[in-house]
């Protein structure tokens, strides 16, 4: 079983650019979260995707929007990007309907804004 | 902001028990503590999680205080493996969950 996986694993752009990063969940799971995680910090919640739909939010602007799939996969797009923005950006699966006991983390795309 | 203070670093031998302490003394009745770990360059890895009574799992046990304000991590017998950043966290179980993480411990296990 596959567990999260994320594309790419590393990426560089230039700022104002704009970037999509992939994430598809753990075989069974049906819902997404997106973190972003600063060198040094701990991940900070960016939003959960669930049937498809932006369930939740934490502080971030509208350059970050995202898009869940029917097939449970789900995009994070940033546009005009920053230099604050080069960071570890994480994607973490869980199932819904039993609670969210844990959520499973992919390893990461590594962005780096010059 | 985290709900959760844990202190920046610990060190422990290889082979010895490490315990790796958390305050949340705001936590609320629906709100279970969580212990996730993250080791250089991966992404985090759920290790356990409890809402008042002690919890055993085969990575690690979790002891929490009777009135619910702090907890306490342990892993039995730590190896080099186990070093890695160990997060804390309040969340409840249900729902739209976000996991709001802290600076976590950075733990090292040393030969």
């Known amino acids: 079983d596959a567990g999260v996986t994320q594309s790419p694993t590393h990426l560089i752009k230039t700022r104002g650019q704009q970037v999509t990063l992939r994430c598809s969940p753990k075989?069974?799971?049906?819902?997404v979260s997106w973190y972003q995680q600063a060198l040094g910090q701990g991940p900070q919640f960016i939003f959960q995707?669930?049937?498809?739909?932006?369930?939740q939010r934490g502080n971030f602007p509208d350059r970050f929007s995202g898009h869940q799939f029917p097939n449970y996969s789900s995009e994070l797009n940033v546009n005009a990007l920053l230099l604050g923005d080069s960071a570890l950006y994480l994607c973490a699966s869980s199932f819904s309907p039993e609670g969210t006991y844990e959520q499973y983390f992919g390893p990461g795309t590594r962005l780096t804004v010059t | 902001d985290a709900k959760t203070t844990q202190p920046p670093s610990m060190d422990c031998a290889e082979g010895r028990a490490a315990n790796l302490p958390c305050n949340h003394s705001t936590i609320s009745g629906n709100e279970y503590v969580y212990w996730y770990r993250q080791i250089h360059s991966q992404g985090p890895q759920y290790i356990i999680h409890g809402l008042k009574n002690n919890e055993t799992n085969e990575m690690a046990s979790l002891i929490i205080t009777e009135d619910r304000k702090s907890s306490t991590l342990i892993l039995p017998h730590a190896t080099l493996r186990d070093t890695a950043v160990y997060y804390c966290?309040?969340?409840?179980?249900?729902?739209?969950?976000?996991?709001?993480f802290g600076q976590g411990t950075r733990l090292t296990i040393n030969p």
């Open positions: 075989s069974g799971h049906d819902t």
């Open positions: 995707y669930y049937e498809e739909e932006e369930r």
């Open positions: 966290i309040v969340s409840i179980i249900q729902g739209a969950q976000k996991l709001v």
